[in-house]
């Protein structure tokens, strides 16, 4: 994808992400700082955090996606430390953790087909950094679970049913609950 495709906010993101996941011994920890911090710089001092929260969460973690996919990083677990770093940088800075899980997973899925990066793995590991991040900041951790899995799922329906299979699988199989979620979603 083009650097014209990306916002000013998802470029200086990716160059974020490509510079300190290079060496990282910890690509989780390096993926959710540098999402964290892209976030509430984003995001703080401004009067109106609400409004801006979504875009620029799935701002953030499409540019970090595709600063990961420059890099020899583990994509997965990358993604999943981006995941966890963009929402708990939103609440952080004020933000609605549930609304914006939905649209953050979503976008770490698409983004990841379009960087190449096997979908399944990485709706599997936005889940589960989405579930860290509510454990972290102490939100409502089945209602972020129920969104996060929500969001892989519209995601995967956005590429293709051949996504929403996979994905659906390795929810079921690695996601506790996701099951009855998706069944509701039916």
Do not use: F, P, W
Not at 21 to 48: F, H, P, R
Not at 64 to 81: F, N, Q, R, Y
Not at 126 to 145: F, L, N, R, W
């Amino acid at each position: 994808m083009s650097d014209g495709v990306l916002s000013s906010l998802a470029n200086s993101t990716r160059d974020a992400v490509k510079s300190v996941v290079e060496g990282a011994g910890d690509i989780v920890g390096a993926t959710a700082g540098a999402a964290a911090d892209a976030v509430k710089a984003a995001l703080q001092g401004g009067e109106d955090v609400t409004g801006k929260i979504i875009e620029v969460a799935t701002d953030v973690t499409k540019g970090a996606i595709h600063g990961l996919s420059d890099t020899t990083a583990d994509a997965a677990m990358g993604i999943h430390g981006i995941v966890h770093g963009t929402l708990k940088g939103a609440s952080e800075v004020g933000g609605d953790l549930i609304g914006a899980t939905t649209e953050v997973v979503s976008t770490a899925v698409t983004s990841a087909s379009d960087t190449g990066v096997d979908v399944a793995k990485a709706a599997s590991h936005a889940v589960t950094g989405a579930i860290d991040a509510a454990k972290e900041v102490g939100g409502d951790v089945a209602g972020v679970t129920k969104a996060a899995v929500m969001g892989a799922m519209h995601g995967a329906g956005e590429i293709g049913e051949e996504a929403v299979h996979e994905v659906t699988d390795i929810l079921v199989s690695s996601v506790e609950g996701a099951k009855d979620i998706i069944d509701e979603m039916k």
